[in-house]
């Protein structure tokens, strides 16, 4: 099946077919109209000072959703028969801060200890971007979307700390106060831009070499905005360390039931 | 009287010392709360096109109110007991564009066939920006707002027609940002900023030089952020050149009944 075809699927579908192998990849694009999460799974003796992270930390960190206890794996709040072990195109885990595998489901290395989060992901504000005729630089040019470590320090939270990181997209400065806005509208998903302008002042020294994803154009008359971004609890968690924890796989998002407009709080 | 006994007085106490003399200078910082107006008041046969130029300019042009018929000079739309031909502290009158003079009540010139247009003024948004902890440049440096016509085309209405003319209070990104969210919840005092960053983009040639108003101190870590500004008809009407029409002084406004917070649209 292409995914020219997934995109005809609803998002039970579309959870369906990744459960059963059919899709492995990207879900950008994917189920438009609905809220896609970032996903972090903790131990149990992690998840505490983890939601007390995202609680002070929210424009980087919306929850979305939780595990109602530790070890649960279906997640009726974001949607019909969602199973967290099987129903992401595809997971990260990492040992003591370390990568150690890529994976396309969790049955086998699941544990009764695990915390799911699901968080916020800044495809929903891009959709509500584009709905409203703005430019979406990376998405008009086909790439990911370029983030930057920055010099913004999180609110720290036990073993969770350190500095935010940001993405980016180039506007012209009337599509830029348009675009606070619209964001000003979803504070689950990242909320209005913490930034704009002169890089430096945030600890950003090249533009044009971003820490994650890839570079985009930048016109003379554009001005550069940037929003928090998902990587930044990412980050943190590799500085936490847990002994065990899981991720998804970036830009393989957990495709729920939840309608990107009735995240907006207008 | 001092002023500072002024700011002691309700909108309506205070137009009642305005009518009789006591009171013939700035109305900045009276009646803190209240929505302050600036005036055009113009003959029947340039009303109907200035009203279709208001409304086809929200933002430069925003009527909080207006006379419902030519002559009327009392105005219960905006407070009690409003008499537009005294109760402001001093107008200025044109005559086919051209400056005639300044007067402190408009008893012995006044029409049966003046229309009295109230329009939104900046010190509403400023004030919930001060609200908000932001800081306000002009008023922090006590000097009237820098303003500058730019290339930024009206849309033309009949005989009224010209640049955009802004304001401008410089800010930090993130004060920025946060001005954009606020001034948004006020669409009829100029809401949202038109533009930030680089002045030379709407045609702004140096912007220590404003062709009103004062300069005000810019830092290196600061961007001008620019609001539509009332400016804009005042400057339509001269360039209109009806045979006679009336202002509001350069800061002495129409002091209201009508609350700022009711103006917010959220």
Redesign the interface.
């Known amino acids: 099946m292409t995914t020219e075809h997934n995109t005809k699927l609803n998002p039970l579908q579309l959870r369906q077919l990744i459960r059963n192998g059919g899709h492995r990849g990207n879900t950008s694009g994917l189920a438009p109209g609905y809220v896609q999460c970032n996903l972090a799974i903790l131990p149990a003796d992690y998840a505490d000072e983890f939601l007390r992270f995202c609680q002070l930390n929210p424009k980087p960190c919306p929850i979305i959703a939780m595990a109602d206890q530790p070890g649960a794996y279906l997640l009726p709040q974001v949607g019909t028969d969602v199973d967290i072990r099987t129903d992401v195109p595809a997971y990260e885990i990492f040992e003591h801060g370390q990568h150690t595998q890529r994976v396309h489901d969790l049955i086998s290395v699941w544990r009764d200890d695990l915390v799911t989060f699901m968080l916020g992901c800044s495809f929903s504000f891009e959709e509500a971007l584009l709905a409203d005729g703005l430019e979406v630089r990376n998405i008009s040019e086909k790439v990911n979307v370029p983030m930057y470590r920055t010099n913004i320090a999180c609110q720290r939270a036990g073993r969770f700390g350190g500095n935010m990181v940001v993405s980016m997209r180039p506007m012209?400065?009337?599509d830029?106060?348009r675009a606070?806005?619209i964001c000003?509208r979803f504070p689950s998903v990242h909320g209005?831009?913490?930034?704009?302008?002169?890089p430096s002042?945030i600890g950003i020294t090249d533009i044009h070499q971003p820490d994650f994803g890839d570079a985009v154009s930048l016109g003379a008359?554009e001005?550069p905005v940037f929003w928090a971004c998902g990587v930044t609890p990412q980050l943190a968690i590799q500085h936490a360390k847990p002994p065990f924890c899981i991720t998804h796989s970036p830009g393989c998002m957990l495709v729920t039931d939840l309608l990107n407009s009735r995240l907006s709080i207008?």
């Not at 209005?192 to 002169?198: E, N, Q, S, T, W």
């Open positions: 012209k400065a009337a830029a106060i606070i806005q000003s209005a831009p913490v930034h704009l302008g002169d002042q008359d001005l207008l």
